[in-house]
């Protein structure tokens, strides 16, 4: 049981490339999320898919787009990388109703944009 | 819309002494609180969750929140540092506008425990 797996670990881009960060999860969790981590600024919500065919901005959709392949898997789009996307990305899943619901995060993909 | 504070970006301690760490929410409603942390170059962990069953939450490591509604807070606790809790901590409150049931997380900007020998 991985939990939650995010590749690449790392990457470079330049300006304007683009790039899709794969997250997976074996939970069989519904629920999966997209956050950036910046200095300061603690963890902001991308977009998230409340389950299998349905996706939904969050706090910071705008340059990337998401796309849930199936229950299993929650991928993040660059299409064309600026510097100001330069963070630590972070997959997140979760299960169950109120109380009983639990996020659990993957390790993190560390993005530079030069 | 709800938010969190997370008073010091940085708290140092030394080995054996209380860790206080400091979170003030804002919301109209009583919300899901919680506590995670970050090791360097990882993911994040859920130490504990406030689900509104009991005011005092134990959770893993030796830590412990309170929930005190009159002072909208939900501060961290452990009566004695360790070397090994050196890291990052972020609070954080269900805001369900966004997501499932319990929503997105709304995060504080975080606090890094550092613990001297």
């Known amino acids: 049981n991985a939990g939650v797996t995010q590749t690449p670990k790392f990457q470079v881009l330049k300006t304007g490339q683009s790039m899709t960060l794969q997250c997976a999860q074996d939970m069989n969790h519904n629920s999966m999320y997209w956050y950036r981590q910046d200095p300061g600024m603690g963890l902001r919500l991308i977009y998230y898919s409340a389950s299998e065919g349905t996706t939904d901005k969050g706090e910071v959709p705008n340059g990337y787009n998401v796309s849930r392949l199936n229950k299993r898997e929650f991928s993040l789009r660059l299409e064309s990388a600026a510097p100001s996307q330069t963070s630590v990305y972070f997959c997140?899943?979760?299960?169950?109703?109120?109380?009983?619901?639990?996020?659990?995060f993957g390790p993190g993909t560390r993005l530079l944009v030069l | 819309a709800q938010s969190v504070t997370q008073l010091g970006s940085h708290v140092s301690v030394s080995e054996g002494a209380l860790v206080l760490l400091r979170c003030n929410y804002s919301?109209?409603?009583?919300?899901?609180l919680f506590w995670y942390v970050q090791y360097p170059n990882q993911g994040l962990q859920l130490l504990l969750k406030?689900?509104?069953?009991?005011?005092l939450v134990k959770g893993i490591n030796g830590f412990e929140a309170e929930f005190k509604k009159s002072e909208t807070s939900f501060h961290l606790t452990k009566p004695s540092a360790h070397m090994s809790d050196a890291a990052e901590y972020f609070c954080?409150?269900?805001?369900?506008?966004?997501?499932?049931?319990?929503?997105?997380?709304?995060f504080g900007k975080g606090t890094k425990l550092s613990v001297k020998p």
């Open positions: 406030y689900t509104s069953a009991a005011t």
């Open positions: 954080a409150v269900s805001d369900p506008l966004y997501g499932g049931s319990q929503g997105n997380l709304i």
């Open positions: 919301s109209s409603v009583p919300p899901y």
């Open positions: 997140a899943s979760s299960e169950g109703w109120g109380a009983q619901e639990t996020q659990y």
